[in-house]
């Protein structure tokens, strides 16, 4: 009897010590941000006229180096430009297209386009399967101007934006919330 009074009192602790065991060693998928050193906005005038590209390129990634950003011409005043926007990993040997991550993953991202000075107004001309915007594709109508106005358009990828915000269906960064991508400011002029 006193053989058993001694283990007793381990019948009631070994149960503890092995449910107190229960990792689960397979990691949760991490879906990792890609790189991104160049993104080239590209606006082609309907009708004819002088297509835009404005660019930004940062081949050292995060390293010391600005990214150089370059805009090929003003905008025409009262003109509506079909536009697109491509995103890359030049780091890559060939560079990586993320522009087909974006679109593949589209309800997980959203290209926002704000200017300043209300130089025009912008539409999508894309959707994810819930039909809601991506902005890989869009439509840019530029105000009506006697003079050349300037301005600042910002590009803005944003990674897992809520969508169903007041105002994002209609490119409101604002209550987007998400990371950003990559963002970048161009000064562009309409005349």
């Not at 039909?131 to 050349?148: A, D, L």
Request: glycine share 8%; with cysteine.
């Amino acid at each position: 009897m006193k053989t058993i009074l001694k283990f007793l009192p381990l019948l009631f602790v070994a149960p503890f010590v092995t449910s107190c065991s229960s990792d689960d060693d397979t990691p949760a998928p991490v879906n990792e941000e890609e790189v991104i050193t160049t993104l080239t906005a590209t606006f082609v005038p309907v009708g004819g006229g002088t297509t835009v590209t404005l660019q930004t390129q940062d081949l050292d990634g995060d390293g010391p180096d600005a990214p150089v950003v370059t805009v090929s011409g003003a905008f025409a005043s009262n003109t509506t430009y079909n536009g697109s926007v491509e995103f890359l990993n030049e780091l890559e040997s060939p560079a990586e297209d993320i522009t087909e991550e974006v679109q593949e993953e589209g309800d997980e991202h959203q290209i926002f386009y704000t200017t300043s000075n209300d130089l025009g107004t912008f539409s999508y001309n894309d959707s994810d399967a819930d039909g809601n915007p991506i902005g890989v594709e869009f439509t840019f109508q530029t105000v009506e101007t006697s003079t050349t106005l300037d301005g600042i358009l910002t590009i803005t990828l944003r990674h897992e934006p809520n969508k169903d915000a007041s105002g994002v269906n209609e490119g409101d960064i604002t209550n987007a919330g998400g990371e950003t991508d990559i963002q970048t400011s161009f000064n562009i002029s309409v005349e």
